[in-house]
């Protein structure tokens, strides 16, 4: 499905152990960690701690549309708003505000917001941008291929103490590019 399971990396970059084996059977022939499905692997925070300021959360997707389309999904209000939020505001420049919205989420009927800013706004390849307390920082990198585009994502920036943080979203982000494939490709929403 093209669907990259969130993998976590130390501040310098090295796979250390904080992503544990999936306790869901994978083929035989899985030797990469490219799945055939969009199940996300469990993450262990056992040695979170461990010769660690903080971790990137790493996902990505190929989305089969056109980069132009795709770019709009992530890096607007309207798209978030489509397959992810409900109320969201994205000011598209840098500097600019990003308030995310969720209302009505999950089995309590949650409310939640988050806030940040835009750090980094150039169509149709690059949107980043700033969210959560202490601020981590949110990269999506779109690159246009024959099959679609290729849509890479890396969070950076959560505090090595905040492992609960760290897991939901990794899992979180998986979800998400999920939902916004969907969107795109098929206008399936999750409203």
Not at 49 to 63: G, Q, Y
Not at 105 to 130: I, Q, S
Request: one cysteine or more.
């Amino acid at each position: 499905m093209g669907f990259r399971v969130p993998t976590a990396r130390s501040a310098d970059g090295r796979r250390d152990g904080a992503q544990s084996r999936s306790r869901h059977r994978l083929p035989s022939d899985c030797t990469s960690d490219r799945l055939p499905c969009c199940q996300p692997r469990d993450v262990s925070v056992r040695n979170w701690r461990r010769n660690a300021v903080s971790r990137d959360i790493e996902a990505s997707t190929l989305v089969k549309a056109p980069i132009d389309d795709v770019f709009t999904a992530i890096a607007s209000s309207e798209g978030w708003d489509k397959w992810f939020t409900n109320g969201t505001t994205i000011e598209p420049r840098v500097d600019g505000i990003v308030h995310l919205v969720w209302t009505d989420v999950g089995p309590d009927r949650e409310h939640m917001e988050d806030r940040g800013r835009v750090l980094a706004y150039a169509p149709p390849f690059r949107f980043e941008f700033t969210w959560g307390q202490p601020e981590s920082v949110v990269t999506v990198t779109l690159s246009s291929r024959d099959d679609g585009t290729l849509v890479e994502l890396t969070e950076r920036g959560i505090p090595a103490e905040e492992a609960e943080r760290f897991v939901s979203c990794a899992v979180g982000w998986g979800e998400a590019l999920t939902l916004m494939k969907f969107w795109v490709e098929h206008g399936v929403t999750y409203w």
